[in-house]
């Protein structure tokens, strides 16, 4: 009895002094974060802009972070601020723009910082490398989404899931009392859906709302929320420690990026053993061709898949949002539908007939000028450089250009640049014409153009345009203003009508 006695008060010992030890541990560690924090903000700079970004004073006047960005970026006469607290120079000038993106392209480049917050998720994929590896995918990839071939595969699957699940399911709700659906909820499952079966070939049946949301689904939201949440860390000190220690959400991010990998490694190990084959057109399968590592092969499939998902329902969101609160955009939408499809027409409108629409894709267009599914991308300075307004940019720091800004900035869209006007992109014989992308940096520009931006307004022109033929959306709280989350697309609040 001694001997068991003893052996007990031993072991409560030892976890009295484990509990102890990590305590300690962790008040060292929060002080530790604190005094980063203290020291990254560099709370010495009394400027205005840096006393309001410290107090939080600018939340009594702006809901959203990016709305007093544009707020001072109005203000400022070269439509350029520095955040000096955050090292951050930000930009809603297109000279600047054109800058960064294309004259200086190669000293501003996305930068160690913003890879290493991604690289567990994205690993060697071509949205967090640079350099050679950025253009050997750069160009492997602009061969595979220009070829007919994957254009057709594409339209293809979003076509089926439009018919197939999409408007059937929208249509189950007609003629009810309770018709209030999450249409965001519903455009984020059939992105994800359609993007799966362009890259993977793998349908995960996010739409069919009476499932739940696939495993896959659920892993990769997470894996996706979590990799952002690095960037508000104090210090990237923080998430690398709690990555060694694999404790909280370093923990909780590294379980979701696992079963990512291993459902990724699985479809990949299945085509491996199907072998080479005519009717399989995904962006897996034909990477497949010419890259043996599997691992290289995951991280690119997975980089498509994030750029993909998110970006598409968040325009398309905003877009409806919008078409609810002015009507007759969509009464021109289905006015320039019939003269093209004819009015009887009850299918989707063809790949020739959506170009031939105009004034559908001056409506996205405008949409995503006020609302950008990204409303702002940095890269950091590889060296010392002058901006074309004048501003000096030091080495290391981070430089912002701002669509969602840019957006609404009266000297570039005119005094009525925060209405929704399509026409304002139409010729008067009704011709859509865009506008520099250094000036509507939505699909970024330069360089780093994004290779699937067709394939992109392809698959949201089909969405809206079958949607308003068929439907009228209105927002069940249409007074509520979208709020954006840190690290995502902006979602609209307020659920939808039908």
Same mark, same amino acid.
């Given at each position: 009895?001694?001997?068991?006695?003893?052996?007990?008060?031993?072991?409560?010992?030892?976890?009295? =002094?484990?509990?102890?030890?990590?305590?300690?541990?962790? &008040?060292?560690?929060?002080?530790?974060?604190?005094?980063?924090?203290?020291?990254?903000?560099?709370?010495?700079?009394?400027?205005?802009?840096?006393? #309001?970004?410290?107090?939080?004073?600018?939340?009594?006047?702006?809901?959203?972070?990016?709305?007093?960005?544009?707020?001072? @970026?109005?203000?400022?006469?070269?439509?350029?601020?520095?955040?000096?607290? @955050?090292?951050?120079?930000?930009?809603?000038?297109?000279?600047? $723009?054109?800058?960064?993106? %294309?004259?200086?392209?190669?000293?501003?480049?996305?930068?160690?910082?913003?890879?290493?917050?991604?690289?567990?998720?994205?690993?060697?994929?071509?949205?967090?490398?640079?350099?050679?590896?950025?253009?050997?995918?750069?160009?492997? =990839?602009?061969?595979?989404?220009?070829?007919?071939?994957?254009?057709?595969? =594409?339209?293809?699957?979003?076509?089926?899931?439009?018919?197939?699940?999409?408007?059937?399911?929208?249509?189950?709700?007609?003629?009810?009392?309770?018709?209030?659906?999450?249409?965001?909820?519903?455009?984020?499952?059939?992105?994800?859906?359609?993007?799966?079966?362009?890259?993977?070939?793998? !349908?995960?049946?996010?739409?069919?709302?009476?499932?739940? $949301?696939?495993?896959?689904?659920? #892993?990769?939201?997470?894996?996706?929320?979590?990799? #952002?949440?690095?960037?508000?860390?104090?210090?990237?000190?923080? *998430?690398?420690?709690?990555?060694?220690?694999?404790?909280?959400?370093?923990?909780?991010?590294?379980?979701?990026?696992?079963?990512?990998?291993?459902?990724? !490694?699985?479809?990949?190990?299945?085509?491996?053993?199907?072998?080479?084959?005519?009717?399989?057109?995904?962006? &897996?399968?034909?990477? /497949?061709?010419?890259?043996?590592?599997?691992?290289?092969?995951?991280?690119?499939?997975?980089?498509?898949?994030?750029?993909?998902?998110?970006?598409?329902?968040? =325009?398309?969101?905003?877009?409806?949002?919008?078409?609810?609160?002015?009507?007759?955009?969509?009464? #021109?939408?289905?006015?320039?539908?019939?003269?093209?499809?004819?009015?009887?027409?009850?299918?989707?409108?063809?790949?020739?007939?959506?170009?031939?629409?105009?004034?559908?894709?001056?409506?996205?267009?405008?949409?995503?000028?006020?609302?950008?599914?990204?409303?702002?991308?940095?890269?950091?300075?590889?060296?010392?450089?002058?901006?074309?307004?004048?501003?000096?940019?030091?080495?290391?720091?981070?430089?912002?250009?701002?669509?969602?800004?840019?957006?609404?900035?009266?000297?570039? *869209?005119?005094?009525?640049?925060? +209405?929704?006007?399509?026409?304002? *992109?139409?010729?008067?014989?009704?011709?859509?014409?865009?506008?520099?992308?250094?000036?509507?940096?939505?699909?970024?520009?330069?360089?780093?153009?994004? @290779?699937?931006? +067709? /394939?992109?307004?392809?698959?949201?022109?089909? $969405?809206?345009?079958? @949607?308003? %033929?068929?439907?009228?959306?209105?927002?069940?709280?249409?007074?509520?203003?979208? %709020?954006?989350?840190?690290?995502?697309?902006?979602?609209?609040?307020?659920?939808?009508?039908?």
């Amino acid at each position: 009895m001694e001997s068991g006695s003893s052996s007990s008060c031993l072991f409560q010992s030892i976890q009295i =002094a484990l509990f102890l030890l990590f305590l300690s541990f962790t &008040l060292l560690f929060s002080a530790f974060s604190f005094l980063i924090y203290i020291f990254r903000l560099k709370p010495l700079c009394d400027c205005d802009v840096c006393t #309001a970004y410290l107090s939080s004073s600018w939340t009594k006047e702006f809901d959203n972070l990016c709305d007093w960005y544009t707020h001072l @970026l109005r203000k400022s006469p070269t439509g350029t601020i520095h955040v000096h607290v @955050l090292g951050n120079v930000v930009t809603a000038n297109p000279n600047n $723009v054109h800058h960064m993106l %294309r004259t200086r392209f190669d000293n501003y480049p996305k930068g160690k910082p913003f890879s290493a917050i991604l690289g567990d998720l994205l690993g060697q994929g071509i949205f967090n490398v640079d350099g050679d590896s950025w253009k050997f995918q750069r160009k492997m =990839a602009s061969l595979e989404l220009g070829s007919v071939s994957i254009r057709a595969y =594409a339209f293809e699957v979003v076509a089926s899931e439009i018919k197939n699940r999409l408007v059937p399911l929208l249509s189950s709700l007609c003629g009810k009392d309770d018709r209030v659906l999450d249409l965001q909820d519903v455009f984020r499952r059939f992105s994800f859906d359609t993007i799966c079966k362009f890259s993977f070939g793998l !349908d995960p049946g996010c739409l069919k709302l009476s499932l739940p $949301v696939s495993e896959f689904a659920e #892993a990769f939201d997470a894996a996706s929320r979590l990799s #952002a949440e690095r960037a508000m860390s104090p210090s990237p000190l923080v *998430w690398k420690i709690k990555r060694l220690l694999n404790v909280g959400s370093e923990r909780r991010l590294r379980e979701a990026i696992r079963m990512v990998n291993a459902l990724a !490694d699985e479809v990949i190990k299945q085509k491996r053993e199907m072998g080479p084959s005519k009717d399989h057109n995904d962006l &897996l399968s034909r990477f /497949m061709t010419t890259i043996d590592d599997d691992g290289y092969l995951r991280d690119i499939v997975v980089s498509f898949l994030l750029a993909g998902r998110d970006t598409v329902a968040s =325009a398309l969101t905003s877009f409806f949002r919008l078409v609810s609160q002015n009507p007759e955009v969509g009464d #021109a939408i289905r006015e320039e539908s019939d003269r093209v499809m004819g009015p009887t027409s009850g299918g989707l409108a063809s790949f020739d007939q959506m170009h031939k629409m105009h004034y559908l894709q001056a409506a996205l267009y405008e949409c995503m000028r006020l609302y950008p599914p990204v409303q702002f991308d940095s890269k950091f300075a590889q060296d010392d450089d002058v901006l074309p307004d004048g501003k000096w940019v030091k080495k290391g720091t981070r430089v912002t250009y701002h669509p969602y800004a840019m957006g609404r900035m009266e000297r570039l *869209w005119g005094s009525d640049c925060l +209405e929704f006007r399509p026409r304002r *992109w139409l010729t008067r014989d009704g011709v859509f014409t865009p506008e520099s992308p250094y000036k509507y940096p939505v699909f970024q520009a330069g360089v780093r153009v994004c @290779l699937g931006k +067709e /394939m992109a307004l392809v698959e949201m022109k089909s $969405v809206a345009l079958a @949607l308003v %033929r068929q439907f009228d959306v209105h927002v069940a709280d249409g007074h509520l203003s979208p %709020r954006f989350t840190p690290g995502s697309p902006p979602p609209s609040e307020g659920d939808c009508e039908w």
